[in-house]
């Protein structure tokens, strides 16, 4: 059921011509038209005016999210790809970036981030990357688990917890 759901979103998006780099959309986080203007709007919500430090996805269209939050003097945290390292999220701290654009980029995190563990991370707000979301809340990712992982991770640890804020921005 979600991987037909997935499909349907990538094919819809493909042919709408919505998405935007990298191609295709399938198998991953697509990015689309709109991802700035969903920075914005959500930039306005209390969840992010009360966020001093934020956990998000390395995935193209949070880009500008990742962007905006280095900008207003918020600490992002970027799991590594894959998790595939012992210290596996880098912290972008704002005060040691002069420019949050190229900061923002894969190559840019990891030439701006520290790599730290979880232990490090502080998280007052987390924002997931999504193929799908419905109205409850419940999201769909890209069926590799990465992200319920660094959840199961932070949570575990106590980073995290039931009154955490958890957003997603989609096309």
């Keep these: 059921m979600k991987q037909a759901i997935r499909e349907r979103v990538w094919d819809a998006l493909e042919a709408s011509g919505e998405t935007r780099f990298?191609?295709?959309?399938?198998?991953?986080?697509?990015?689309?038209?709109?991802?700035?203007?969903?920075t914005a709007c959500f930039a306005g919500t209390p969840a992010w005016e009360a966020a001093e430090t934020l956990k998000t996805n390395p995935d193209s269209p949070q880009r500008p999210l990742r962007q905006r939050a280095l900008a207003d003097g918020k600490t992002v945290y970027v799991a590594v790809p894959r998790l595939?390292?012992?210290?596996?999220?880098?912290?972008?701290?704002?005060?040691?970036i002069d420019d949050p654009s190229d900061a923002v980029t894969l190559s840019g995190s990891e030439e701006y981030g520290v790599q730290v563990g979880p232990d490090a991370v502080s998280v007052d707000l987390v924002v997931s990357g999504s193929v799908?979301?419905?109205?409850?809340?419940?999201?769909?990712?890209?069926?590799?688990?990465?992200?319920?992982?660094e959840w199961g991770i932070l949570w575990d640890i106590g980073i995290v917890d039931g009154e955490t804020p958890v957003a997603t921005t989609v096309h």
Excluded: Q, T, Y
């Design 84 to 96: 595939a390292d012992e210290e596996p999220f880098l912290e972008l701290d704002p005060d040691r």
């Design 132 to 149: 799908a979301v419905r109205e409850d809340g419940a999201r769909i990712g890209k069926g590799e688990g990465f992200s319920d992982l």
């Design 22 to 38: 990298p191609f295709p959309p399938h198998g991953r986080i697509p990015n689309f038209a709109g991802a700035m203007a969903a």
